[in-house]
């Protein structure tokens, strides 16, 4: 294979029947449904700082997509088309292979189709930036909707990405790990490598819940972010808190930590008026999602996490910020 332009037909080329101009031309051109607004949102993943650079590339390709389709279902939004720049440091065909598999397979998935990107070397390891696009229509599930008395709902379980994380990094460090926690990683790695994206749960939101953030620097910070935005305050019960099941036997603030501060998540959390819990717990189960309702908005801002006997707990863990 010669070069870039051969790359891009090769791994980055396929139909796509929804677009009126795909990869290969200037620009890409599509449709968004007569009425709607266009959402869109993009993501960077480095080599060494958002991924390991011995993950499975079938895995990288999935998540890279992934993370993005979260944000557009943190927004409710219909996928209508993403962009893939990518810098790499050599040509590895093995690699490209199984990287645009994931890729390809994921957006098959959500009706994404892949419209358009940029391909270029990078001196300093693997770059990845993913552009998505989506339609939405008002009312929007923006963060600064919550309402005083919504209760705060969370999708799927919460937990194993973190430990998975962790796990891995001491793997890097050159720890070894005794059999328990090898078997531990094994059940909990694809939470981290290959997240489900709620793009369904998001759509079927719409008109239902008021502010909606996918979770993906922990739960806490990422509440955090509505509170703000929407100047309110909450209260959350640990006891009601969705645990990942193959973490559920670790100490128990240990297990809190990677619930309330894990990031990586990719579940949503929202809030929504009590008078629709039902139809919140119906949604849920026709799309096979456990949806768990965890606390509610206050008036009173600051955000209050407490025990069953409801004492509050304090020394909360904070999720990830790049710069801190
Ligand atoms: P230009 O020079 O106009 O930016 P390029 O030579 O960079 O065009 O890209 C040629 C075509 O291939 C464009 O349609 C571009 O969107 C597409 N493309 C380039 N890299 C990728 C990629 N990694 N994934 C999908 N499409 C790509
Ligand atoms: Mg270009």
Not at 46 to 61: I, K, Q, T
């Amino acid at each position: 294979m010669s070069g870039e332009f051969d790359l891009i037909r090769q791994y980055f080329t396929r139909k796509t029947p929804a677009v009126s101009v795909g990869v290969g031309d200037d620009c890409a051109v599509f449709n968004v449904p007569a009425g709607t607004q266009l959402a869109t949102s993009t993501d960077l993943l480095l080599e060494g700082r958002h991924f390991f650079s011995d993950v499975s590339p079938y895995a990288l390709g999935h998540k890279a997509l992934a993370v993005n389709l979260s944000d557009l279902a943190a927004m409710g939004a219909k996928p209508a088309g993403c962009l893939l720049g990518i810098g790499l440091p050599e040509l590895d065909n093995k690699w490209l292979e199984a990287f645009s598999a994931g890729f390809y397979d994921l957006a098959n998935k959500h009706a994404c189709p892949l419209i358009g990107g940029d391909t270029t070397r990078s001196e300093q390891g693997i770059v990845i930036s993913v552009t998505v696009f989506g339609s939405v229509t008002p009312p929007l599930l923006t963060r600064s909707s919550a309402k005083e008395n919504d209760d705060i709902w969370v999708s799927g379980n919460l937990g194993a990405a973190d430990v998975a994380l962790s796990l891995l990094m001491r793997l890097n460090r050159g720890q070894v790990l005794d059999k328990a926690e090898t078997a531990l990683l094994e059940k909990t790695r694809s939470c981290l490598e290959t997240p489900i994206p709620r793009v369904e749960l998001g759509m079927s939101l719409h008109n239902l819940a008021h502010a909606v953030i996918d979770i993906s620097d922990g739960l806490l910070q990422d509440l955090g972010h509505i509170l703000k935005a929407s100047a309110k305050g909450a209260v959350l019960y640990a006891s009601q808190l969705p645990v990942n099941p193959f973490i559920a036997g670790l100490d128990q603030e240990a297990v809190l930590k990677a619930v309330l501060g894990g990031g990586d998540v990719y579940e949503l959390c929202f809030t929504a008026p009590p008078a629709v819990r039902d139809r919140i717990l119906q949604k849920g189960s026709e799309l096979g999602i456990p949806v768990s309702r965890v606390g509610s908005i206050t008036a009173e801002t600051g955000l209050k996490v407490l025990n069953e006997d409801l004492i509050e707990i304090h020394n909360l863990p904070y999720g990830f910020d790049h710069f801190r």
